[in-house]
């Protein structure tokens, strides 16, 4: 009896933890400290604006012209409204017969919700970080991108409530293009001195000894 009773509750443990994981899929893609992140940033953002936040990273191949409100239906049953939905495909295919490929997309619940965010804005914060060259790991790419893409869509709908969340990294992908930008200066103004100030001031100064 008490076996049974531990199994019944264990499932409805599992059940509901399922029903709030905000990470409706993730296959591989996302490491779990990425995930634990969105993870933490949807369930403040619940607990403060009652809007749920979701993330899929797939590596469905998506055939062309998938809709993505369709691929979403088998999950219909989770979901909680209002919501929107980050779903990052890196395997669909955008046009039969090229090579590039890979889809990202924001889905919401409802029509009025699209006047509470910037589409463009959530998706060029996604871009800036897959399209970046440098000796980042693709798997580091997707962390960061999906993380800095989530954010930046959870920050706009806590915003239309007139709230502002704690969880969210509130510098997001500026904090490293401002990095990027100082260390190029600073290489620059090294250069100048090590070229042009240092052997300018040489000459004045054996110049004047002179």
Not at 3 to 18: I, P
Not at 110 to 121: A, F, L, T
Not at 127 to 135: A, L, M, P, T, V
Request: hydrophobic share 45%; glycine share 4%; with cysteine.
């Amino acid at each position: 009896m008490i076996q049974a009773v531990a199994r019944v509750s264990l499932l409805a443990c599992l059940l509901f933890f399922s029903l709030q994981a905000h990470f409706l899929k993730n296959d591989y893609l996302i490491t779990p400290k990425a995930a634990n992140v969105i993870e933490y940033i949807s369930k403040e953002l619940t607990d403060k604006t009652a809007i749920h936040e979701y993330a899929i990273a797939t590596t469905d191949r998506l055939k062309e012209g998938t809709s993505l409100y369709d691929y979403i239906g088998t999950y219909e049953g989770n979901l909680s409204k209002p919501y929107a939905i980050l779903i990052f495909a890196p395997n669909a295919v955008i046009k039969n017969g090229i090579d590039a490929k890979g889809r990202v997309g924001v889905l919401v619940s409802s029509k009025d919700m699209k006047s509470i965010y910037n589409s463009r804005k959530v998706l060029d914060n996604f871009g800036e970080f897959i399209g970046s060259k440098d000796s980042n790991s693709l798997q580091s790419k997707y962390d960061v991108a999906m993380v800095q893409a989530f954010a930046e869509l959870a920050d706009e709908l806590a915003a239309s409530k007139k709230v502002i969340l704690k969880s969210t990294p509130k510098a997001k992908s500026h904090w490293v293009i401002s990095l990027v930008t100082w260390l190029v200066r600073l290489g620059v103004v090294i250069l100048i001195w090590i070229y042009f100030a240092i052997p300018i001031y040489r000459r004045i100064r054996y110049g004047k000894q002179k």
